[in-house]
C-alpha cells in the first residue's frame, strides 16, 4: 500500500498506527457488513485509501498529529473555550473570518466551529445541512482554498476548527443522488430506494416524524414514482450504510476534510445513521458500530482529529455515543435544556439531578456545554427523571413551551415555536439567548440571567462554546422571514447577522453589550487560572435551597483545594446556611472578585448571583 512519495519516517509511524488499529476496524467491518470476498474487497481498498490520504497528508498537520497523540487530553484544559457562528452572518465569508481572529484570540477562544459551509441548494440547504458536495465550499463563502488558509491562521493562533460532517444524509443535488435519480445501479445502492409504499409503510409504523411540517413520514416520492428515504427534509436523502460501499465513501470525504486541515468534526444526526425494520431506527447498536469504524480510520490516517457527536435523544441514550473509541467530544444537550427549564421554573430540582446523576463521562472523554445553538430548544429530559421529583414531563413541556414563547403570564421570554405539532403537542423554541434571558422585553434581570446561565457552562467541565454574538447580547432577527428559504424555518431567528453595533459597545459598560461582555470576559479569565476546572470532574454539592443550584470542582492530584460553585435561579436574594456550609472550611475566596469570605454564618446570593469559592482542606 505504501506510496512512493511517503518518507521512510512518515511510513513507520503509520504502519505502527495501522498495526495497532486496523485489527479494531476490520472487527467493526466485519460485524456490520458480515464476511464475504466483496466486503473483504471494500475493506482492502479502504486501507489503501488511509494510507493515500496519510501521503497526502501535510507535514504541518502530521506534527499536530505528533503532538496531540502525545498529550490525548488537550481537549480538557481549563483553557478551552468554544464560538460557534455561521461565516456568511458572522464575517461575510471565510476570509471575513480571518480577519476576526484577532478578536478570537481577545475573547479567549481556542475552538471554532464554522456552521455548515459546503456546497449547498441555493434555497433548499437546510442551513447547509444539505450537502452537495463535500469537497467544494459554499461559492458565496469562498473556496477550498480558503478553508485550507484559515485553517491555517487558526493553527497559528492555536484554535481548533470544527466542522459539521453531515453523513446520515445528502442534498438531492449531490453528484450521487443525480445518479441514483437517473437509474446507475452503484449510486442507487447509496440510498434506500423503495419501487411502492409497501416498506416505507412498515418503517413507518415505528419511525417518529422529525419534521412534520416538511412531509409527513420519512419517505417522499420521487417523479418517477419510487421512494426514497428522508428523515429530515424532502430535499435530504438518506444513506444507506447496509452497503459497505457507502462506508467507504464517507470516510473518503472525512480523510479528505482531515487534509484540509480540520481538527474536530461535528458528526451530525449520528442517531439516525442505521436502518431496521420494526424498530425506531434511532440509536440502534449498528450506528454505535459505525462510528467506531470512522473513529479507527482516522486513528490511522489523521490521529489527532477528534468527532463530536450531536445525539438529541433520550440521556441514557446520549451517553452511550461517548468514549475514546467513539466521539470523544459530545454536545450537552440535556444540560442546555434544563439551564431553560430552571430559568423559566426558579427551581433547580431537575438540573441538580442531572449534574448528580448524568454528567460523569468515560476517562478521555468530555462535554461540550452550551446555553444555546443554533438550533432549536428542544425539552430533552426524561419524563422518569421528571417524575421522580413529583414533575409530568407533557406537562412541564407545555409550560416551557407557552413561557418561552410569552404565552404564559409574567413570561420574560421572547422565543418564537419551532414544529409546532398541534397532533402531538410537540413544540421547540427558537431563539437568540438575550431574547429569551428577557432583553428584548426589557427586563431588570436580563443581563444576569444571560451571566448567570454561562457561568453554570464555563465551570461545569468539559468545552463551553458560545454561540458568537451572544456575548454582546444581540437579539432575536425576525427579518429572517425575507430571506429566501428562511421564511419557513423560525430557527433563523436565532441566527441574527453580525451584530456589530453590540461589538462595538462592548467596552462600554453603560451598554447591555457592555455588561454581559466584561463580565463573561471576566469569567472566562478566572476559568482559565483555575486548575480545578481542568477535565470534568464534578462532585454534588445540595444547597439545601430550591432557588440554588450547587456542584464542586475538586483539585486533581495531590491538590487539596475545591472550588464550590452556588448559583441562585431565583428573583429574590437567597442565604444557603450555616449547617449546609459546615462541611467545608469556614474561609474561602471568591475567584471572580478575587475577595476571602466566611461561610461560617452561611452566605447570601443575589438575585441571579453565584460564587465560585475556593476552599484549602488540611492536608
Not at 451530525?268 to 458500530?289: N, Q
Not at 447580547?473 to 451584530?499: I, T
Amino acid at each position: 500500500m505504501r506510496p512512493e512519495r511517503v518518507p521512510d519516517e512518515d511510513w513507520r509511524a503509520f504502519e505502527e498506527r495501522f498495526h495497532a488499529e486496523f485489527p479494531r476496524l476490520q472487527a467493526l467491518f466485519l460485524r456490520v457488513y458480515g464476511d464475504s470476498g466483496e466486503v473483504r474487497e471494500q475493506l482492502r481498498r479502504l486501507a489503501a485509501d488511509a494510507a493515500a490520504s496519510w501521503a497526502d497528508r501535510d507535514p504541518e498537520l502530521k506534527r499536530r498529529d505528533a503532538l496531540r497523540v502525545e498529550d490525548p487530553e488537550w481537549f480538557q484544559s481549563n483553557r478551552m473555550l468554544g464560538g460557534v457562528c455561521y461565516a456568511d452572518r458572522y464575517a461575510g465569508n471565510l476570509a471575513g473570518l480571518r480577519d476576526r481572529i484577532p478578536y478570537f484570540r481577545e475573547l479567549g477562544m481556542t475552538y471554532l466551529h464554522v456552521m455548515p459551509l459546503f456546497l449547498a441548494p441555493e434555497e433548499n440547504s437546510d442551513g447547509g445541512y444539505a450537502v452537495s458536495s463535500y469537497r467544494e465550499v459554499n461559492p458565496a463563502l469562498g473556496s477550498m482554498d480558503d478553508l485550507r488558509a484559515l485553517a491555517a491562521d487558526l493553527r497559528e493562533a492555536g484554535i481548533s476548527l470544527v466542522v459539521d460532517f453531515i453523513f446520515n444524509h445528502t442534498s438531492n443535488e449531490h453528484e450521487w443522488a443525480r445518479r441514483a435519480l437517473a437509474g446507475d445501479p452503484e449510486h442507487e445502492g447509496y440510498y434506500w430506494i423503495f419501487p411502492d409504499r409497501e416498506l416505507p409503510d412498515a418503517y413507518e409504523q415505528t419511525v417518529r416524524e422529525i419534521f412534520p411540517e416538511d412531509h409527513p413520514g420519512s419517505f417522499v416520492q420521487l417523479p418517477d414514482g419510487r421512494w426514497i428515504w428522508a428523515t429530515f427534509h424532502t430535499f435530504q436523502w438518506d444513506l444507506n450504510y447496509r452497503n459497505p460501499a457507502v462506508f467507504r465513501a464517507m470516510a473518503r470525504e472525512m480523510l479528505f476534510l482531515a487534509n484540509v486541515g480540520i481538527d474536530i468534526l461535528r458528526m451530525d444526526a449520528v442517531a439516525f445513521i442505521w436502518k431496521e425494520l420494526g424498530t425506531p431506527c434511532e440509536s440502534l447498536p449498528e450506528a454505535h458500530l459505525l462510528l467506531q469504524a470512522f473513529n479507527a480510520v482516522c486513528r490511522i490516517a489523521a490521529p489527532s482529529m477528534l468527532f463530536k457527536s450531536e445525539a438529541i435523544v433520550h440521556p441514557d441514550e446520549v451517553i452511550q455515543y461517548i468514549s475514546p473509541q467513539e466521539c470523544q467530544l459530545s454536545y450537552n444537550p440535556l444540560q442546555m435544556a434544563l439551564l431553560w427549564s430552571t430559568l423559566a421554573t426558579r427551581d433547580v430540582g431537575l438540573l441538580q439531578q442531572a449534574l448528580d446523576r448524568r454528567h460523569a463521562l468515560p476517562a478521555g472523554t468530555a462535554w461540550v456545554n452550551y446555553v444555546r445553538s443554533h438550533d432549536d430548544i428542544g425539552w430533552t429530559f426524561a419524563d422518569e427523571d421528571a417524575a421522580e421529583l413529583g414533575i409530568n414531563g407533557y406537562d412541564h413541556r407545555r409550560f416551557l413551551n407557552a413561557f418561552y414563547v410569552n404565552r404564559f403570564p409574567g413570561s420574560f421570554a421572547r422565543g418564537v415555536p419551532f414544529q409546532d405539532n398541534p397532533r402531538t403537542g410537540d413544540c421547540r423554541i427558537s431563539g437568540a439567548t438575550a431574547s429569551l434571558a428577557g432583553l428584548e422585553a426589557g427586563d431588570p434581570g436580563a443581563v444576569d440571567r444571560i451571566v448567570l446561565m454561562h457561568s453554570v457552562v464555563l465551570s461545569t467541565g468539559g468545552i463551553p462554546l458560545l454561540y458568537l454574538g451572544d456575548e454582546v447580547g444581540q437579539l432575536n432577527d425576525y427579518g429572517y422571514v425575507f430571506e429566501p428559504g428562511h421564511a419557513d424555518d423560525s430557527r433563523w431567528v436565532g441566527r441574527p447577522r453580525y451584530p456589530a453595533e453590540a461589538y462595538a459597545d462592548r467596552g462600554d459598560p453603560s451598554t447591555p453589550a457592555g455588561r454581559i461582555f466584561q463580565r463573561l470576559r471576566r469569567l472566562i479569565e478566572v476559568r482559565s487560572s483555575t486548575p480545578e476546572f481542568w477535565d470534568g470532574a464534578l462532585v454534588p454539592f445540595h444547597s439545601n435551597n430550591p432557588q440554588v443550584l450547587g456542584y464542586q470542582r475538586p483539585g486533581i492530584g495531590a491538590e487539596q483545594s475545591t472550588v464550590v460553585v452556588l448559583a441562585n435561579f431565583g428573583d429574590r436574594r437567597e442565604h444557603v446556611n450555616e449547617v449546609t456550609l459546615s462541611g467545608l472550611p469556614s474561609e474561602a475566596v471568591e475567584l471572580v472578585s478575587g475577595k476571602a469570605v466566611t461561610l461560617s454564618a452561611g452566605i447570601d446570593l443575589p438575585p441571579h448571583g453565584f460564587v465560585w469559592l475556593r476552599v484549602v482542606r488540611a492536608g
